[in-house]
């Protein structure tokens, strides 16, 4: 995957405390950024999976009474692991 170059103005603690981080962890500003931003797009991703879960747990039964206890394949107990 190639590469795109990101000009990002923050304040001098923060870019500093970045710089050391960066420098602790043995890697570049650019590769902190990066885990960073890959971090954050995980965390959002678990959030929505979650919440998808729990919007599951409180419907559970109008999703069983509108389509059974079976559909497609997978039964809602599936669905929830």
Same mark, same amino acid.
């Given at each position: 995957?190639? %590469? %795109?170059?990101?000009? &990002?103005?923050? #304040?001098? +603690? +923060?870019?500093e405390m970045a710089r050391e981080r960066?420098? $602790?962890?043995?890697?570049? *500003?650019? $590769?902190?950024?990066?885990?960073? &931003?890959?971090? #954050? *797009?995980?965390?959002?991703?678990? &959030? @929505? &999976? #979650?919440?998808?879960?729990? @919007?599951?747990?409180?419907?559970? +039964?109008? @999703?069983?009474a509108e389509f059974g206890e079976q559909?497609?394949g997978a039964d809602l107990q599936d669905?929830?692991?």
């Amino acid at each position: 995957m190639g %590469k %795109k170059q990101l000009n &990002v103005r923050v #304040d001098a +603690t +923060t870019a500093e405390m970045a710089r050391e981080r960066a420098e $602790q962890q043995g890697i570049s *500003m650019n $590769q902190y950024i990066e885990r960073l &931003v890959q971090q #954050d *797009m995980g965390e959002a991703g678990r &959030v @929505f &999976v #979650d919440a998808a879960a729990q @919007f599951m747990k409180e419907y559970e +039964t109008a @999703f069983l009474a509108e389509f059974g206890e079976q559909r497609g394949g997978a039964d809602l107990q599936d669905v929830r692991r």
